[in-house]
């Protein structure tokens, strides 16, 4: 009898349990980076010796959720969009946070299509999420957390961002 491990014999993970794992874990990285049961409407800046700043835009609170944006302070040439951003849903009592919808210069109807399979759009999904955890890791390896988040001055709400050629 082999005492090797064959393929079928090892737990499959379904992709939807994939992205759920990667919802609370979003949460978690969320929790340490900001203390996001601290934050109300409006911008906020994190800045870091040598990194880039880090636009934080609380969209909307309400009593379970908190809508936010990620970016960086730079703008997309071609839309004047902030350019990466991360549209972000924490559900606070379900310790679970989502990326609703990525800006990386088009809409999720010229990636996806008007009409995408549960499957596509599964995968657009575990992108998406993939993409803020590792964001998220990175962040908070250049030092970016709760001590250096900031509200944005009334006077540099205007100029959000700087434009990048």
């Known amino acids: 009898m082999s005492s090797l491990i064959t393929r079928s ?3 499959r993970f379904s ?3 994939w992205l759920m794992g990667l919802y609370g874990e979003n949460y978690q990285r969320l929790s340490r980076l900001f203390d996001h049961a601290q934050l109300r409407q409006g911008s906020y800046v ?3 010796a040598g990194g880039l700043e880090l636009l934080v835009e609380v969209l909307e609170v309400h009593p379970y959720t908190l809508e936010l944006r990620l970016s960086y302070r730079l703008k997309d040439p071609q839309t004047g969009q902030p350019d990466p951003s991360a549209y972000v849903r924490i559900y606070r009592d379900a310790r ?3 990326v609703t919808h990525c800006y990386v ?3 999720w109807q ?4 008007l009409y995408p399979s549960p499957k596509v759009l599964l995968g657009h999904r575990l992108r998406m999420n993939n993409f803020l955890n590792k964001w998220l ?3 908070a390896g250049q030092g970016h957390g ?4 900031k509200p944005l001055a009334p006077e540099d709400a205007d100029e959000q961002s700087v434009v990048c050629a």
Do not use: I, K, N
């Open 137 to 139: 890791e990175y962040l």
């Open 146 to 149: 709760p001590q250096t988040l």
């Open 96 to 98: 679970q946070a989502e």
């Open 9 to 11: 014999s090892l737990p």
């Open 105 to 107: 210069g088009r809409h």
């Open 46 to 48: 994190s800045q870091v």
């Open 110 to 113: 010229d990636v996806l299509g």
């Open 15 to 17: 992709r939807f349990a």
